[in-house]
């Protein structure tokens, strides 16, 4: 997993929202049956409410600002949208603020001992490695 062999810890409060009576649907199947629905305000029902996902992602914050170092995580979308929030002081419902593609690199740190976004959405070292290289002037 990544490298980390033996280091490497599954939380089962890393775990993607419980989409409950909306696992499997399309946003616009969802839309049908909820107009104006945000998973970030509403949750889903016989799933999970933000705050829910909020409770499990504090305790995920609170492991690893007790570790000595640095610590990598891994998970979903949502449940790393709403991590990014809390890390900041925001409620879970900030994590609508954060839009996250796949398998892109995220980096949190603090400024002055504050909470603080580093990298954000950044890409993956192969991503960067497949990019054209552009040069300015002529050739």
């Not at 504090?58 to 995580?73: E, F, M, W, Y």
């Not at 400024?111 to 993956?124: D, E, M, S, T």
Request: charged share 20%; with cysteine.
């Amino acid at each position: 997993m990544a490298g980390l062999g033996d280091k490497a810890v599954i939380d089962p409060d890393l775990v993607e929202w419980n989409y409950g009576e909306y696992e499997g649907l399309t946003p616009k199947q969802i839309e049908e049956k909820a107009p104006g629905w945000l998973i970030f305000r509403d949750g889903c029902p016989g799933g999970e409410a933000p705050e829910h996902v909020s409770a499990r992602v504090d305790r995920v914050i609170a492991r690893s600002r007790a570790v000595d170092g640095d610590t990598v995580l891994f998970a979903h979308g949502h449940v790393l949208r709403v991590f990014v929030a809390r890390w900041i002081g925001l409620p879970p419902g900030g994590g609508q603020h954060f839009l996250l593609n796949t398998g892109t690199l995220c980096v949190l740190g603090y400024y002055r001992k504050i909470p603080a976004v580093r990298i954000w959405n950044g890409p993956l070292l192969d991503q960067i490695a497949a990019r054209p290289v552009l040069r300015s002037g002529a050739e």
